[in-house]
């Protein structure tokens, strides 16, 4: 009884606190979240009546940057694709000049060593290099197949694609072709740096356009990947600049309610604990699965909350440390091939600066649990996971915890949704199922693929079905 009258005051608290608060007029469209996705929806939606609604002090998400000396570093994102189609437009119209940047893992740590250029080619015996060979001929023959296309464009009919591989991990596919460990330890690495997932808990159909990518052809120089001036600042600059007061960070949403009149009522809390509640022709949710999942009060169907909340996100750490002089410049990034929770050494700054510079910089460490269900990694305290890199640094980078000035530790607990075997199935039920038309829409990254292009692209898909919706 005690516990009703609780649950009782509580209601009515709320609905009092909410009401009191400002009640705006009723807007076009309300944006749950202002990292890639929300930002991009917001973009194409500008001409409409819009308000972006982000938690965080600032926009931009899981491409969240910092800046120290004078240098913008990342403390998630880095670099993204060749900017194609929507975001050569949107760039030239964000007044943002995309910069072609080394490859990833243009250098190999590994046994206390680096090897830089031709990246894993180098050490691969006779052998290894055959099974290499084998293994890129696999996965070419696979991407020609229009997988990546599908994935971001769903360009093609599923009946013309290897979708059967979806029902596969890449350890089961790696086995089955019986390649050799180092080739395996290569590629599970890989992946958790870039995915914070595993060979055993990864798709193997939704590998298939990032490990045709990062297994290089001998001598390939190609690097189809693209930085700005300030990294991923310079767009979330451009965005912020083109959204003004539409974009109100610090603000977050704690529920998201279609009415019985077809609107939509998005009630949000500010820093300093202000109500406020906004009415919505269509809301677009950007948030993360299992965060849209909570938010969301009723509206979509159980096959669609469920979807939803069996999205696992990987967890994961990065470590910006701030030196008096610059250590890594032979390399943009450097794959770390040793047993550890280490993955990834960057350079960040190499997009600011001239090769040959060597004052004060700052290199990040990435850091990724060993399987993707590992949930208690990011909770590691700051001093141990401070130790675990300066270690791993110190290894290849002799004297360097001397230079160290000072750091910048950032946890991400929905760093990357994990594309789980059958992960194409949910998808399907996100993007048909008829309670995702309107006017609640989801956006993500989760929604194509975990990078800042799929996030983009899904932000427009959202933009794009909202305006049907509110066609007259
Ligand atoms: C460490 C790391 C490195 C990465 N490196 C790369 C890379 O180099 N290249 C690449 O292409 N991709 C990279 N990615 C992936 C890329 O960052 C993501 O795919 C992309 O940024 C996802 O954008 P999003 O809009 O879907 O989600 P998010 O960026 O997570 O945006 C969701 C937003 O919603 C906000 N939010 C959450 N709850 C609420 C609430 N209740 N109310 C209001 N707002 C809320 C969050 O604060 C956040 O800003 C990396 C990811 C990580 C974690």
Redesign the pocket.
Known sequence: MKRLINALLIILANAFAYSASAQKDTLDVVI???????LTSAYYLNHLDILV????KE?????LTGEWNGFHY?K??????KPEGLQKKLFRDLDVKAKEIPGPADGIAINNRIYYGDRLLDFLSEQELKDYDRLREELSKLNDLGVEDHIFYDEMTTEDLPLRLDAFTVSHWLQSGQYPDVLTNYVNVENRGLF?TDNSSHSMYFDIPEMAYDLPLPGDKRSEVYSFDNGMYSIIEGFANKLGDRLQTG????SVKVLNNGLSEVR?VSEDGEHYSALAKAVIM???SQ?TAE?VDGHFSQHVKSSLRQIDYSQ?V?INFFLKERYLKDAWSIACLEEGDVVTFYDVIRPQVDNDYNGPSILSV?MAPKHAKDTTFIGLSDENLLNKAKNSLEKYFSGINKSIAGHDITR?K???PVFSPMYGKRLDILKNDATTFGPLFL????MVY??????MI??QRAAKRTLEYLKP
């Open positions: 749950v979240g202002g990292g890639f996705s929300g609604l982000e938690k965080e926009a931009g998400g899981r491409c990342p998630g994102t880095e670099y993204m694709g914070g603000m977050s949403v704690k949000y950007s948030t993360p965060i938010l994961y990065t990435y991400f929905y760093a990357f956006a993500g990254d989760y975990a990078t800042v292009d799929g996030a899904s932000g």
